[in-house]
Every structure is written in structure tokens, then in C-alpha cells.
């Protein structure tokens, strides 16, 4: 886009995808679709970075309301600018909420950032990037992820596995800063939270891929050829 790339949109590209993969999605023939994870993804954000609007940013289906009734029907009409969660997710979500306030490494680093702030760039290849960052501190940037495994072997696994070192990577680029930490808080109960801070090792492999990535959109955007597996 004329905005630019996000780390979203390299997954499209990144081993074991290839530049076609990368142009299929561009240009609209993969079809992100929002999936109730996702939804639940936003929410979970919401109860870390703006809890005081986590409330009001969703309802709750009452339990015994059967919504293909009429009278089930009619409550979803008059709901239905907001997500339908069960009593289940609003309780984890509110787990998620207190488990975060009360911890004492995640406030630090909450305090006294800026939240969701969007940034914009240019890349060494000309490409622009941009980013959506969830904690701005004055010399670091911080994301919230919910976990599987809260613990530093589980969830350093789920940073190679899903790249987050390669978000890392673009946003201490976008933010001019050379620290990245995670606030990682899991989804069942005790709703445990750990804070990370990602090795200098991780985010140099995260960046050289994040650059490799780059470089090869703008080579191909040039070529006008978006080859799959050689």
C-alpha cells in the first residue's frame, strides 16, 4: 500500500513462503478473515494497554439465550456492533486484566510509554514500512502477546515459530530504538504474565530477515516478477 508494509504482511514472504505467496496476498487473492482468535486477540490487547474501556468494548450473551430463537435473533440484531463473547472468554479477559495490573515489571513498562502509536518509514531498499506499536517507551518499544506457555523456554519457542522477532526487529527499526521486550500473558487461569526482553542475538537474526524480506520485495517489485519455489 502507499502506506507501506507492515510485519503482518512479511509472513507473506518469509521462508518457507516465497515472493509469489507475498504477491497472492497483495493483491487480494488470500483473504485474511477476521477468526474469533483474532477478535479475542484485540480484546486481550484492549485489557492490557486501555483497560478502562474493556467493558464497553463488548457483551456478553446471557447463558440460557438459545440465538437462533426469535428472541435470540432480536437480542443479536440490537447487539450487533460489538463482539459476542460467552462468560468464559469475559472472565479471561478480566483474569487477563488484573493478572497485568498486578504485576509489578509489566507496569514499569506501562507507565511511562506512549500506547498504540503508529510509525512510519523508509527501508535501506525504498520500501516503506509501518507499524502499529503497542508500548513507546524513550528507548524501547514493547508488545503484549498471549501466550500458550508463559514460561521463558515455551514462549521463546512461540517467538521463532510465529516471528515476532522479525516484528521486533521492524518496530525498533520504526522506533529508532535498539530494546524490545514482550509482555507475554497466558490465557487460563492463574493468567500468569512474564516480561521479556529480546537478546540482542534474536533481534539481529529477526532483522537480518526482516531486510532480506524487504530487499526481496523491492527486487521483485522491480522485475514485476513474483517467482514461487525455484
Known amino acids: 500500500t502507499s502506506e507501506g508494509i507492515s510485519a503482518s504482511d512479511i509472513k507473506y514472504i518469509l521462508p518457507p513462503k516465497t515472493p509469489a505467496h507475498y504477491y497472492a496476498y497483495r493483491t487480494g487473492q488470500i483473504k485474511r478473515e477476521e477468526t474469533r482468535a483474532m477478535v479475542i486477540g ?43 463473547l460467552n462468560a468464559e472468554e469475559a472472565t479471561m479477559l478480566a ?30 531498499s525504498g520500501v516503506k514500512i509501518k507499524g502499529r506499536i503497542d508500548i513507546l517507551g524513550d528507548s524501547y518499544v514493547a508488545d503484549v502477546k498471549t501466550a500458550e506457555a508463559g514460561d521463558a523456554q515455551g514462549f521463546a519457542a512461540a517467538i521463532f515459530r510465529y516471528g515476532y522477532h522479525v516484528q521486533a526487529a521492524m518496530y525498533c527499526q ?19 504474565v512474564a516480561v521479556y526482553e529480546l537478546s540482542p542475538t534474536a533481534l539481529q537474526i529477526g532483522l537480518n530477515a526482516l ?13 514485476r516478477q513474483w517467482p514461487a519455489y525455484s
Request: with cysteine; aromatic share 6%.
Open 42 to 84: 484485540t480484546l486481550c490487547h484492549l485489557a492490557v494497554l486501555e483497560p478502562d474501556k474493556l467493558e464497553s468494548a463488548f457483551v456478553v450473551k446471557p447463558e440460557q439465550l438459545d440465538l437462533r430463537t426469535k428472541e435470540g435473533k432480536l437480542w443479536k440484531e440490537a447487539n450487533a456492533t460489538k463482539p459476542i
Open 95 to 124: 483474569g487477563m486484566k488484573a493478572s497485568v495490573a498486578n504485576h509489578t515489571a509489566a507496569k514499569v513498562l506501562l507507565e511511562s510509554a506512549n500506547r498504540e502509536v503508529s510509525l512510519y518509514d523508509q527501508h535501506r
Open 174 to 192: 520504526l522506533a529508532k530504538v535498539e530494546r524490545f521486550a514482550f509482555i507475554a500473558v497466558e490465557k487460563v487461569p492463574p493468567y500468569a
Open 211 to 223: 531486510n532480506t524480506a524487504l530487499d526481496l520485495i523491492a527486487k521483485c517489485t522491480k522485475r
